[in-house]
């Protein structure tokens, strides 16, 4: 469930701090107080878009923190299959800070991105926002309301019909790109064996391009080379000015002086190594010199072999493992070029047994979306009459398309009476905006028993109803909550008396700066509210005896 909400510097909110309880949660205030700013607040945080004027007129950011408590088993399962750091008592706590039009996101202290939020989002909490009820004219949307219901029984079956129709549109896709007429056939053919001649010819090494660079580099500074050895050997070995002579010279002297100081034996020690050092160094020198060889046509040989591996990997690919690979999708690419009436043959079986297992599967798929829609359709209906439709009439009706899809091949509509007597219509030719939203209520309510996302959010459920549909309503709301946290902004007072928890948004101003707070309402602070949301501008004693009355007999129906 949600916790808490904390807001800071949004909007026309300086800092609010909200704590929910795990029941029935109502907000109320007069028109224009805020009450969407604080939906629209959880809807930010939960990944939402945004924009600069979001932030409060002088402040430098922004930021909104949701704080969840989870309970479920389910609902931690999938959390821990996001990755996501839960804490021993099971909190998720989600911020985001907005700064100019940037947002940094964070769950539990980790950075995370927008479409995570929003991925996360499905699995904590049900938002229905002021238009949402409208989705419900789209035929798409139903056959989404039918499969949430049914996941248990159909969420593997449309997996499988997910995977096998990507392989279905793999299977076409390559017969429709292979279709090609046989004087194109043979010119690709022809081209190719080209390639696999050129290929095998070359007869490329792991590791020969970068042997070949080191060899042409030796090969191709021979002359250089053998001239700059050849004068670090006359400096250091040759002549009666070399290093090598003139350090003999003073090994000979230093060893004289020894005779006459003891001290002098240790630099005499030490000269000597040098020597030795110098004649070593001296004799390797030699010895390179001697085994150096430079090869003009050598050197010919490596450069032409070098640049045709040169030329071969940037026609083939950037390394021998992609001109590898290119050589083997090569060799299956004239497999089938060279057999190409057998290679459309077993390409026209492999689609057409595809064809058939995902119409097979699609079939099976539909049969189980008829029996979940028949217990679904009672239970809306039924849903439905507690929201004072009466005597209505509910039916899911299915077609079946063309071609089956990613989602097997099924439509459904959803069909509804609202008069006796009348036949069944698509909602879009029924139902008014109230209407919807009560039927959309209806939905939510079903829905809720088979759904592990413990906080559903309303925000004006209420819109274009009043007298008795409005408490149906309120009592559809307590209903729910006894199995989910709800959320509820609303401008009924009977759906306001029903409040678990009941808080007030108002707008003020101080210091010519206009600011939206919320607090929870004491039993009288509830009262008074209800009263004004009852008698408006003018709030008598018989107002407030009616927002008691109103307030017990909701107690009552809880």
Do not use: W
Not at 282 to 288: L, M, Q, S, T, V
């Amino acid at each position: 469930m949600l916790a808490n909400l904390h807001v800071k510097n949004l909007a026309l909110i300086d800092e609010a701090d909200v704590d929910f309880s795990e029941k029935l949660n109502i907000l109320t205030g007069e028109t224009g107080a805020g009450k969407s700013i604080l939906i629209g607040s959880i809807n930010i945080a939960l990944g939402g878009k945004f924009s600069q004027d979001s932030i409060r007129k002088g402040a430098e950011y922004a930021l909104v923190e949701l704080t969840f408590h989870i309970e479920e088993k389910s609902t931690l399962e999938r959390l821990k299959a996001m990755d996501i750091p839960l804490e021993e008592d099971g909190l998720v706590i989600i911020s985001r800070r907005l700064k100019g039009n940037r947002a940094v996101s964070k769950v539990n202290g980790e950075t995370v991105t927008s479409s995570f939020l929003k991925e996360l989002a499905g699995v904590l909490i049900d938002i229905h926002g002021q238009h949402e009820h409208q989705s419900l004219l789209y035929k798409s949307k139903h056959l989404d309301i039918l499969d949430r219901y049914g996941k248990e029984r159909t969420a593997a079956l449309k997996q499988q019909i997910k995977v096998l129709y990507e392989e279905y549109v793999r299977l076409l896709g390559e017969l429709n790109q292979n279709l090609i007429p046989e004087e194109e056939r043979l010119r690709e053919l022809s081209f190719m064996e080209y390639e696999k001649k050129e290929l095998e010819e070359a007869q490329l090494r792991e590791g020969e391009e970068e042997e070949l660079e080191q060899e042409f580099r030796r090969l191709s500074n021979g002359e250089a080379i053998m001239e700059g050895m050849a004068a670090v050997y006359r400096l250091t070995g040759e002549g009666t000015e070399s290093a090598a002579d003139s350090l003999g010279r003073a090994v000979r002297q230093i060893n004289r002086l020894t005779e006459l100081e003891d001290g002098i034996g240790d630099f005499a020690s030490r000269l000597t190594e040098l020597e030795e050092l110098l004649n070593d160094f001296n004799r390797d020198i030699a010895a390179y010199m001697e085994d150096f060889t430079f090869d003009e046509e050598l050197l010919h040989t490596t450069e032409e072999r070098l640049n045709l591996v040169h030329g071969l990997m940037a026609k083939y690919g950037g390394s021998y493992e992609q001109v590898q690979d290119y050589y083997k999708k090569l060799l299956h690419k004239l497999e089938r070029y060279a057999d190409y009436e057998k290679y459309k043959v077993e390409l026209e079986k492999r689609k057409a047994e595809t064809e058939g297992q995902l119409l097979k599967l699609c079939g099976q798929l539909s049969e189980l979306r008829k029996e979940n829609a028949a217990i679904l359709k009672e239970a809306i209906r039924k849903a439905l009459e507690e929201l004072n439709f009466l005597q209505v009439e509910f039916d899911i009706e299915f077609r079946r398309l063309g071609q089956p899809g990613a989602n097997g091949f099924d439509e459904v509509e959803f069909m509804i009476s609202t008069n006796p007597g009348e036949d069944l219509k698509s909602l879009a030719r029924v139902a008014s905006g109230g209407e919807l939203s009560r039927i959309m209520l209806a939905i939510k309510s079903v829905l809720a028993d088979k759904d592990s996302v413990d906080t559903l959010i309303f925000d004006e459920i209420d819109t274009g109803i009043s007298g008795r549909t409005a408490q149906k309503v309120s009592e559809k709301l307590s209903a729910i909550s006894k199995s989910h946290q709800v959320i509820s902004i609303t401008h009924l007072p009977q759906i306001a008396s029903m409040a678990d928890d009941h808080y007030l948004i108002e707008k003020y101003s101080e210091s010519e700066v206009t600011q939206t707070r919320i607090h929870c309402l004491t039993e009288e602070e509830s009262v008074m509210e209800l009263a004004r949301m009852l008698g408006g501008a003018r709030i008598t004693d018989a107002v407030i005896h009616s927002a008691k009355e109103m307030k017990e007999l909701a107690s009552g129906l809880k």
